[in-house]
């Protein structure tokens, strides 16, 4: 039992960690809708790999799901699955419904199913991890941090959405014994990342010379973990979490959304300067910083987040390792170094503003 199943597998953290688990050894099934932000693009570099394997379906598909698990016999089941900004959830909760919360309830059955198939040695071999957020504690105050114990209190419909299927898991884990482990993430970025979340919009933006559009004082915080050091977190949760726990994952980098579209600002200047971009000669613009345009805020925009992930080095000497300039400097030049990418996965988004309704 060397398979993991990894559902969401052609998203954008979710490929990552596709990646990562090919080269630590496993076979990868990889499972994804392959609606919008998902994209077969996203896995080009390792769809010839041995180990590597695709299914266009839905989590929520019984039939689907039950054969896959009984004829690939995963050790472990990697939930990356879910409709994720918040914008598209106000606008509309429908498809968060659909798949956070019933494709969830479906993924746990016939997971059990499976595992209740399996030989004792292999049961306790097996984990089925959800990966969670920090959007389902809420939003903090200018102190303190969230951790594991901290309770739910999700305000959009996307966290409620999350928040929905932990308690699933958790329920399936003490009521069935099925091995459980849910993670909580802060604000992933990096490679991969669909532009409706605000890094890859802001860069995209700013290369064709656009409004950087800051949601209402652009003084809201978030802790900015680089999708690599998740998804070392998140296999690393697979290999040694203990069953039925829950687990933090955070980067250490709190900044404001001003402070952010300034760094991003900064990179640009030195990757593609200015003055030496022909969007912005258009403009009559000299400088990235001059885009920013303050805009309408996001209905019940969360006004902090920060995650406490001691719980989780401790257990298993896990921390982040890129540090936020670092890690932004690589993104940056990763959009720029790829445009047929940006041009394939924005066919059906311009970048319009979403979520006022």
Not at 95 to 115: H, K, M
Not at 128 to 142: A, K, N
Not at 244 to 253: L, M, Q, S, W
Not at 330 to 345: A, G
């Amino acid at each position: 039992m060397n398979t993991l199943l990894i559902t969401g597998g052609a998203g954008f953290i979710g490929c990552h960690c596709v990646r990562l688990a090919l080269t630590q050894g496993w076979r990868v099934v990889v499972v994804d809708k392959l609606t919008y932000a998902g994209h077969r693009i996203n896995l080009a570099d390792v769809w010839e790999h041995p180990q590597f394997e695709f299914h266009q379906a839905d989590i929520g598909d019984h039939g689907v799901m039950s054969t896959l698990l009984r004829d690939r016999t995963p050790q472990g089941v990697i939930n990356f699955a879910a409709e994720t900004h918040v914008d598209r959830s106000i606008e509309d909760v429908s498809p968060f419904l659909r798949t956070n919360v019933l494709g969830v309830a479906n993924l746990l059955e016939v997971s059990l199913n499976f595992w209740n198939t399996l030989a004792p040695d292999h049961q306790k071999n097996f984990r089925f991890v959800q990966i969670s957020t920090d959007e389902v504690y809420g939003s903090l105050g200018e102190t303190d941090k969230f951790r594991e114990n901290t309770p739910f209190a999700p305000n959009s419909p996307y966290a409620a959405s999350k928040a929905a299927a932990d308690h699933l898991v958790h329920a399936y884990g003490h009521t069935y014994g099925l091995p459980v482990l849910t993670t909580h993430c802060s604000n992933n970025y990096g490679a991969f990342q669909f532009p409706e979340k605000l890094i890859p919009m802001i860069i995209l933006n700013a290369v064709q010379g656009r409004d950087l559009p800051i949601y209402g004082d652009g003084l809201h915080v978030r802790d900015w973990l680089h999708v690599t050091d998740h998804c070392q977190a998140i296999l690393r949760i697979l290999a040694v979490g203990r069953p039925g726990e829950r687990y933090n994952v955070g980067g250490n980098n709190e900044r404001n959304n001003l402070e952010l579209v300034d760094i991003i600002c900064r990179t640009l200047e030195d990757e593609l300067p200015a003055r030496d971009n022909i969007s912005m000669k258009k403009r009559g613009l000299t400088a990235y910083t001059q885009l920013k345009t303050h805009v309408k805020d996001r209905p019940g925009h969360d006004r902090r987040y920060a995650i406490d992930a001691d719980k989780l080095h401790a257990e298993s000497g896990w921390s982040p390792s890129v540090a936020l300039e670092d890690g932004l400097k690589t993104t940056v030049r990763w959009y720029l170094d790829n445009p047929v990418w940006c041009d394939t996965i924005s066919t059906h988004y311009q970048r319009e503003r979403l979520g006022l309704r």
